[in-house]
């Protein structure tokens, strides 16, 4: 009898897991952001560490900050911007699944990072590929962030990061 109430209690433990990580998927495709690239988002880099209040420049991050979340691995260079991420990840979840931004605007999803070509507006992270910064900050940027949004939403199936949080 105890053995078939272990069984019973490993079995239910194992649904209850189960449940917990599909919860935390729930909205989310892990599948559509960009992790091709040490198989982490943001190739690794501090993804608070962008911000003015935590340095404002890429970070490496560390493998000892390391973090699950939501089916994605972020990596952070402290256990402070851990904690800041914990306390509010919708803020710093980079915009577009962590692919160029600028690339995505003119409808081309996938498209891989240079983690050093960034901008952090309207409390967002974009990021961008290599050469593309610049062309961005020459063209309407606001209307260039309306179309990336709406591409990385039909590519991804989740809504676009929002500046407000």
């Not at 501090?46 to 003015?52: I, M």
């Amino acid at each position: 009898m105890k053995k078939i109430l272990t069984l019973v209690a490993v079995c239910l433990g194992l649904q209850l897991s189960l449940v917990s990580q599909l919860l935390a998927f729930e909205g989310r495709n892990p599948e559509a952001h960009n992790t091709k690239t040490k198989s982490v988002l943001a190739n690794g880099f501090d993804v608070v560490a962008y911000f003015p209040e935590f340095g404002g420049k890429p970070t490496q991050g560390l493998d000892e900050f390391a973090l699950d979340y939501k089916g994605l691995t972020y990596k952070f260079s402290s256990q402070e911007t851990l904690d800041e991420f914990l306390a509010n990840p919708d803020r710093y979840e980079p915009a577009h699944g962590g692919f160029c931004s600028y690339a995505m605007a003119l409808g081309s999803s996938g498209v891989d990072i240079n983690p050093r070509s960034f901008i952090v507006t309207g409390d967002r992270l974009l990021l961008f590929a290599p050469g593309t910064k610049s062309r961005w900050l020459q063209n309407d940027v606001l209307e260039q962030e309306e179309e990336a949004d709406l591409v990385w939403e039909d590519e991804s199936g989740e809504p676009a990061r929002s500046p407000n949080y």
